[in-house]
């Protein structure tokens, strides 16, 4: 059958990465490589991800990152069919300089470009994972977004609900900070809330009350914050043992949430699509073992087969750029250069 072998960029946030994606007819793909330079020491200091220093990062390693990813392969530009780039949603600087780079790739050898929206790279991991078949249902869940989608086909998502304020990601990070644990927070947190009472703070579960999968976690953070500032007031200070029951309660929380409009997601999904029970989740906070183990639970219950991608494919990468370009170069379904970067994009 036919094969085809995409180069992926991606630096819409504060992973610079590339990596080559093979796939022929009929067969499973192949990651053949998978190169991310992390920026987290970058941005350490500031507390959070500072945009020029994320655009100038970007630039200085994308070329780098390339050659990485071509030489673990194998590979030259020449054995390369299309470049797939990340065009947004993102950070503007960073994505630009991706898109920048990929024009120059597809200008100097004359190979088409693939600008992918980086949600849909997250969305169709499983495919690149596990091969499941369309539609499936998929929680994204990261650091800037937290949605439900029907995935009906590579350029096909259908949004059922999502939050309404904060991406939980960022309420992870945004706990990490106050609880003086270091950035990106997801990791941290876990492992603090591992160590913890998930009962001893009480903490909101927003829209619980409400229909609908849509949700809500900027209040959470509040809540948090207030509960902190209390024991802070009442002792001076956090305790290992406060730190620990602080984030137990709170990951808790998110989880309890995000199971729940799972379900309400599930259910919708069902009524339409009760041949094909698939739940699937990306995204960063996907890697989170609480979180995943309780959407794997409502699954089972739901008789519903649950896909989570290993956890290196889970946050940004550049593989699932590819495999999402190698899906629309499939379909015939290139772009040219006019290609624009986009800070925002929805699916
Ligand atoms: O998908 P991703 O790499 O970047 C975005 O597109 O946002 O997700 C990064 C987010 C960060 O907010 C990070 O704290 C969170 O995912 N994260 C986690 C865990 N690992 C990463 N959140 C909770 N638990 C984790 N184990
Ligand atoms: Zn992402």
Known sequence: GITHTILGLESSCDDTAAAVVRQSEGEVPEILSSVVFGQTELHAEFGGVVPEIAARAHAEKIDICVKQALEQANLTLADIDALAVTAGPGLIGGVLSGVMCAKGLAAGSGKPLIGVNHLAGHALTPRLTDGIAFPYLMLLV????????????????????????????????KTARLLGLPQP??????????????KRFRFPRPLLDRPGCDMSFSGLKTALLRARDQVV???????????????????????????????????????ENPAQPVLAVAGGVAANTAI????????DEMKVSFTAPPLALCTDNAAMIAYAGLERFRLGHCDDMTLVARPRWPL
Do not use: M, N, W
């Not at 009442?234 to 043992?241: A, F, P, S, W, Y």
């Open 142 to 173: 990261s650091g800037g977004h937290c949605q439900f989608l029907l995935v009906k086909g590579p350029e096909d998502f259908t949004r059922l609900g999502g939050t309404i304020d904060d991406a939980p990601g960022e309420a992870f990070d």
């Open 185 to 198: 927070g997801g990791p941290a947190v876990q492992a603090e809330a591992e160590k913890g009472d998930p």
């Open 233 to 271: 007031a009442e002792k001076g200070g956090l305790t290992t043992r406060d730190r620990a029951d602080l984030a137990a309660g709170f990951q808790a929380a998110v989880r309890d949430v995000l199971v729940e409009k799972t379900r309400r997601a599930l259910a919708l999904y069902l009524a």
């Open 292 to 299: 995943r183990a309780g959407l794997e639970t409502a699954s």
